[in-house]
């Protein structure tokens, strides 16, 4: 079964570094005359552009509601959306926070491109097996669940980062490409297949049913 919360001890460091240690290290950066030296993700499977030129602001790995462009802010306006543990929340889970960190950073290189091609990397980078990222039938995506003990991991590992892109470039923009938008809302619905439901422990289920149809009516108002 699938934990609600997944605040461990590692976890809690990287909670902490989150919250504590990456200001104080930019600040000692500024200090030293270096603040333009970024900082790497701290995920291996995170795909890095290794040949693009160095920029002089920092990614903003950890999204604040303070921060949000306007249009998220005002779509995404209740507190769950911004935690950064709730594990429905788009950048609460680990998969979710992974994939925001890696598309924040990516995309101050990739200005112009479609956010596609990050999940692209990002799926490629993890190998997961795939499924039909367009299929939200349970009795057609059953043969991928059951053909590993970690089919329901992977589909639902690969539905938050969908997600997380989506919102995450909602967060930045104000805005979400038609086409990963579409692929975001599918990744939804998936997820509120009551076979998918009933995975999560019955205390949870309820709120994470009430959470999904919350973010697909955020999806459905972005244009």
């Known amino acids: 079964m699938i934990s609600t919360v997944r605040l461990k001890i590692g976890d809690f460091i990287v909670a902490l570094m989150r919250f504590q240690f990456l200001p104080l290290l930019l600040l000692t950066l500024t200090v030293l005359g270096q603040s333009n030296v970024r900082l790497p993700v701290a995920n291996s ?22 921060k949000a462009h306007p249009t998220a802010r005002n779509l995404m306006d209740e507190d769950f959306y911004w935690s950064p543990i709730e594990e429905t ?27 596609r091609e990050l999940f692209d990397q990002q799926l490629e980078s993890w190998d997961y097996p ?6 939200t039938d349970f ?58 439901l009933n995975l999560w422990s019955d205390r949870y289920k309820s709120a994470r049913e009430m959470q999904l149809n919350k973010m697909l009516a955020v999806l459905n108002q972005v244009e």
């Open 45 to 66: 499977n995170t795909p890095a552009d290794t040949t693009s030129k160095q920029t002089t602001s920092m990614p903003d790995y950890l999204p604040t509601k303070d």
């Open 89 to 115: 929340a788009p950048f609460g889970s680990d998969d979710g926070a992974d994939t925001y960190a890696g598309f924040a950073d990516w995309r101050q290189s990739h200005k112009s491109s479609k956010v």
């Open 130 to 135: 795939v499924f039909d990222l367009n299929e």
């Open 139 to 196: 009795d057609k995506l059953k043969p991928y669940l059951k053909q590993s003990d970690l089919g329901i991991r992977y589909m639902t590992g690969i539905d938050a980062a969908i997600i997380a892109i989506a919102f995450g470039q909602l967060y930045l923009e104000g805005t979400i490409d038609r086409d990963f938008n579409e692929l975001a809302k599918t990744s939804i619905r998936r997820q509120l297949n009551p076979e998918m």
